[in-house]
Structure formats: C-alpha cells, structure tokens
C-alpha cells in the first residue's frame, strides 16, 4: 500500500495519478483513530481524544495537528491520542460512542454534539487572514458547458453534482438554503447524477469530467490549488455563499477537571505567547489550513447555524409534495418546535 504523504510530496499528475493519492491517503486512515500525539508513544486508555474534522484527506489533517497535539501532550503532561476520521458521520458517531474528550467540527456537526452529544463549545477558529468565516461555493470545471448559475438553473435534470455530506454545512446546507431550497428545488432531485464525497475528491471529480458541478468551500479550494496547481487551475467558481461562522472546538462536558480547564486554556492561548516560544507555535499552526488561532467562544455561537439549518427545513418542507395540507402543516409545527428547543439548549435549558 503506498505510504501516508503530506502536502509537500504530493504528486503533480492529472487523473489518475492524482486519485491514487487521494485514495491513499484514505486508506492510510485504517489502524490510525487513536494514535499518540508524541511520535514513539502508543495509544493509551487515558489520553485525551482528540477528534480532527478532515480538511483534505484525513492522514493529511492529522499531520497538520500533530505538532500543536505534540506541545498539548507536552504542555499538560498528559498523552494526547488523535481520533482522525474520514467523513462527518464517523466523528459524529466517535462523540457519540463518547471517544472523543475534544473536537474540531463545523457548524451543522457543532449543533448535534452540544444539543445531543454532551458537548460544549469553548472556542471558535480565527482564520489567519482575519475573515470571521469561511465561503461555501459551486464549482465547474473553466471552459465547460455551465458558465454561470443560471446555466446551471436553466437545465433541470442535467448535470451531475458532487455535493459534501448532510452534516457539512459548506458541502451540503448552505447551497441547499441559499441555491435551491429558494427557489423550490432540491438538488436530489434536480441533478440527473448526485455523488457524495469529501471537498477535495469533489474537485478533483469536476477536473476530470466526472461530474458537472460541485459544492466546496474557501479553505479547501485554496488547498486544493496548493497541493494540485495545475488541475484547480481548471476550476472555475460560480456561486460563493454569504460568510458562514468559522468552525468550532468543543469539549465534552464529563471530562474530569482540573484537566478539562487546563485543555481549554492551553487551546485558547495557543499562538499568543511572546517571543520564540510564541512564534514557534503560530508556525504550528499555520500548517493547519487557515488557522491562526482559537478565539474563547460558547454554545451562543452556534445560532447562525441553527437559523440556517431550520431556515432550510422549512423551505423544503413548504415545497415539498405532501398527501395532504394537514400533513404539511404537522411537519411545519414539528420544524418549529425542533427549532425552538434547539435554541433553549443552546440556553442550557
């Protein structure tokens, strides 16, 4: 099986050559959900789990934390275990299952874990360019036959879609609640051929003729274009969505304390320190695409969510064909009251 590569050995060939190491990457995966921070160290029943939200492949994501997890273990003298998935379904089910004591994760996944999973939020993501979000995006190859979202539009039951999983809120919700849950679509049913996979994989898909289009988001697209210059030049951006919050980290809210205070401490002062010390770490974490920092944040932050995910929920439900206007109505009221007990968790009520 090829070996785990990180972004400076990528290989510069179309197609093939380039999927391999996606799939790679993948696989590398395999053996590798709790794996110690510290480069001889095991994996160890007390650690804390740290759980990685992939940007790029998983290996790949799990390179980039390993320094700042590496200072973590140090800094607390404590292990530090990666719990390094390959889709948001798997880290969902890792809070879940309750093997994960930190996370990073986005918005509509942030939502799950602190109104079901017994999660809180305690910072949120501070882009290094000092934008407060990310952008989602639809994305076509340049040259191609859909120049602009209205040729996209114009041809229900044409095009083949590449789209992120339900629980990605740049991949999946945000172009659903902005493109076509307005408009009276749903992109299951729009598209002629709807594929499912990971940013990345989805751009690539659109280079090589695979699909049409494809969600994606700032922060992948940028990663895409340093890790394969040639194929994004190909790509061609025709839709951005408005600036969505930044990712969050999350902690679980049973971790034994002092060690829990300490963890959220050492987090959100990463970066901040003076001198060499503090250079050293923002160099740690400039190998994380786009990180500068973790600003401290609470469950509060998670509201644009909850209203883009609820928005979304109610456009597909007045859109959608029902038996009868009661059982509309009854799935209206159910969006409402879902709605509502969201936001009072949120409240801690």
């Known amino acids: 099986m090829p070996t785990c590569m990180t ?3 990528l290989p510069r060939r179309h197609g093939r050559a380039v999927r391999l190491w996606l799939l790679a990457a993948g696989l590398c995966l395999a053996g590798l959900d709790a794996r110690a921070a ?10 804390i789990r740290f759980g990685i939200l992939p940007i790029g492949s998983a290996a790949e994501s799990r390179e980039q934390w390993r320094p700042l997890l590496a200072d973590l273990a140090s800094r607390l003298e404590h292990p530090v275990s990666t719990v390094s998935v390959s889709s948001y379904a798997g880290l969902s089910n890792a809070i879940s299952g309750q093997r994960v004591d930190i996370a990073f994760v986005s918005g509509r996944l942030a939502i799950e874990a602190v109104t079901r999973q017994h ?5 949120q993501f501070v882009r290094n360019d000092g934008v407060a979000g990310n952008v989602a995006m639809l994305i076509v190859r340049d040259g191609g036959p859909i120049r602009s979202l209205d040729d996209l539009l114009a041809q229900p039951g044409r095009w083949r879609y590449g789209r992120g999983e339900p629980m990605s809120v740049t991949g999946y919700v945000a172009p659903e609640a902005e493109v076509f849950a307005p408009r009276g679509l749903n992109s299951d049913t729009f598209f002629a051929r709807v594929s499912v996979a990971n940013h990345q994989n989805n751009a690539l898909a659109v280079v090589n003729r695979e699909v049409d289009v494809a969600s994606s988001n700032n922060p ?3 990663l895409f274009g340093r890790n394969f210059p040639r194929e994004a030049a190909q790509i061609k951006v025709i839709w951005r969505s408005r600036l969505i919050p930044s990712g969050v980290l999350i902690v679980r809210e049973g971790m034994a304390e002092p060690l829990r205070s300490q963890l959220i401490a050492f987090m959100r002062g990463y970066g901040k320190a ?3 010390a503090g250079e050293r770490e923002r160099q740690n974490l400039a190998r994380i695409p786009d990180l500068a920092g973790f600003a401290p944040a609470d469950d509060q932050v998670l509201r644009p969510f909850i209203e883009m995910e609820f928005t979304l929920l109610r456009q597909q ?3 959608g064909r029902w038996v009868s206007e009661q059982a509309k109505r009854a799935r209206l009221a159910q969006i409402e009251r879902d709605y509502r007990t969201a936001l009072r968790r949120l409240q801690g009520g």
């Open 7 to 9: 972004g400076k050995r």
């Open 38 to 47: 510290g480069p001889d160290a095991g994996p160890d029943a007390s650690a």
């Open 119 to 123: 999660m809180q939020v305690v910072a």
């Open 220 to 222: 992948d697209l940028d």
């Open 274 to 276: 003076p001198g060499a």
């Open 317 to 319: 439900a007045r859109n």
